[in-house]
């Protein structure tokens, strides 16, 4: 498996750091950090990544990622980023998001009649992109895989290692990493959260949005 993960400024690390530790741990798999040019982007926070190549010169891949984050409203309307994932798509196996990185595909028209997921502040924004919003911490539709918000990106990884290279690599990949869960709160999704906390972070985002 050949896997690009797209950088871009004020993307989420997580969104795409995540999945790069489960991806690289595959024997026989290659990862490849891809932008709109080769170089560093910084991160949500000022986070420095180096993009390895830049998108005109990756052509193929078994499978592409796009990550979310703040910066994903500027990708989604970034005709050159949005051309290559049109491009590339036409050959993958795999094309796959995290949080609001489905927005990106979505504005590439690679959700239109499917299932799909994002960061849960923005699920509704999906059925714009003529997609089924869909909540958990990934779905699967067709070869289009989309995880919820930043460390769903993790579970997503080990659900296409486990699809591509067995349960037994999965799982040992996830042992590798010793990625064992056990947060200290149990208020992970707004299902879970006191409401109290759910409006808090509606409000940080409504605010972030407005700045």
Same mark, same amino acid.
């Given at each position: 498996?050949?896997?690009?993960?797209?950088?871009?400024?004020?993307?989420?690390?997580?969104?795409?750091?995540?999945?790069?530790?489960?991806?690289?741990?595959?024997?026989?798999?290659?990862?490849?950090?891809?932008?709109?040019? $080769?170089?560093? &982007?910084?991160?949500? =926070? /000022?986070? +420095?990544?180096? @993009?390895?190549? !830049?998108?005109?010169? #990756?052509?193929? $891949?078994?499978? &592409?990622?796009?990550? =979310? /984050?703040? +910066?994903?409203? @500027?990708?989604? !309307?970034?005709?050159? #980023?949005?051309?290559?994932?049109?491009?590339?798509?036409?050959?993958?196996?795999?094309?796959?998001?995290?949080?609001?990185?489905?927005?990106?595909?979505?504005?590439?028209?690679?959700?239109?009649?499917?299932?799909?997921?994002?960061?849960?502040?923005?699920?509704?924004?999906?059925?714009?992109?003529?997609?089924?919003?869909?909540?958990?911490?990934?779905?699967?539709?067709?070869?289009?895989?989309?995880?919820?918000?930043?460390?769903?990106?993790?579970?997503?990884?080990?659900?296409?290692?486990?699809?591509?290279?067995?349960?037994?690599?999965?799982?040992?990949?996830?042992?590798?990493?010793?990625?064992?869960?056990?947060?200290?709160?149990?208020?992970?999704?707004?299902?879970?959260?006191?409401?109290?906390?759910?409006?808090?972070?509606?409000?940080?985002?409504?605010?972030?949005?407005?700045?």
């Amino acid at each position: 498996m050949k896997i690009s993960i797209l950088l871009f400024e004020k993307m989420a690390a997580q969104d795409a750091v995540g999945p790069y530790e489960v991806f690289r741990c595959v024997p026989g798999w290659e990862v490849e950090l891809v932008g709109k040019r $080769a170089g560093e &982007v910084r991160a949500e =926070g /000022g986070l +420095g990544l180096v @993009a390895d190549r !830049a998108l005109e010169g #990756v052509t193929e $891949a078994d499978a &592409v990622l796009v990550p =979310g /984050g703040r +910066g994903s409203e @500027a990708m989604a !309307a970034d005709a050159e #980023v949005l051309d290559w994932l049109r491009r590339i798509d036409g050959q993958t196996r795999w094309t796959i998001s995290v949080c609001t990185g489905s927005e990106i595909l979505g504005a590439a028209g690679l959700l239109e009649g499917r299932r799909a997921t994002s960061n849960w502040l923005f699920l509704d924004r999906l059925p714009d992109y003529g997609a089924e919003p869909v909540g958990g911490r990934w779905v699967e539709d067709g070869k289009t895989l989309t995880a919820a918000g930043v460390t769903a990106g993790i579970d997503m990884a080990l659900h296409l290692v486990g699809r591509e290279a067995g349960p037994e690599v999965a799982q040992a990949v996830q042992l590798g990493i010793e990625y064992d869960p056990d947060p200290p709160f149990d208020s992970g999704s707004p299902e879970k959260a006191p409401a109290a906390v759910v409006e808090l972070v509606r409000s940080a985002s409504r605010a972030a949005s407005a700045g």
